[in-house]
């Protein structure tokens, strides 16, 4: 027998880059967008299916690894770029005046996605349940 109700399942792929819940995919990790006046903000639980975002007390700081790593391979990035753009090998202040704007505008972006790489895909013992997806039937 089929069922007809069965949630859709999202993609971990497309939940990771709307920063969804890891376990439902359907509700918002964040407050408001990535790019704004405001600080980013996250809410304390899921708003779709309430689970707690910060694992453990300080369980973010975890995430200033992750957005280190980040840091590190937008930076590499970032030089090998400006060295096949300029060929520049000369001019460290080159190297520095394109590597720290694409810092500094990436930043809100690291801040995000190292929260949401890490409960995605280095938290052990947090996985999608498709049922938590389903609409609420109160
Ligand atoms: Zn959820």
Redesign the pocket.
């Known amino acids: 027998m089929k069922t007809i109700n069965q949630p859709k399942e999202i993609s971990q792929l497309s939940a990771v880059i709307s920063s ?8 918002d990790m964040f407050v408001n967008s990535m790019y704004g006046f405001k600080a980013q903000k996250m809410h304390t ?7 707690k975002f910060e694992r453990e007390l300080g369980y973010f700081y975890v995430a200033m690894f992750v957005s280190y790593a980040l840091n590190v391979a937008q930076m590499i990035v970032a030089g090998i770029l400006t060295y096949v753009i300029t060929g520049n090998t000369e001019s460290p202040w080159l190297y520095m005046a394109t590597i720290f704007p694409i810092v500094l505008i990436l930043a809100p972006f690291n801040f995000r996605y190292s929260r949401v790489l890490l409960l995605h895909y280095m938290t052990p013992g947090l996985n999608y349940v498709p049922a ?2 389903a609409e609420h039937k109160e």
């Open positions: 969804k819940c890891p376990r439902c995919r359907k509700g639980n899921c708003p779709h299916c309430g689970l938590m997806g």
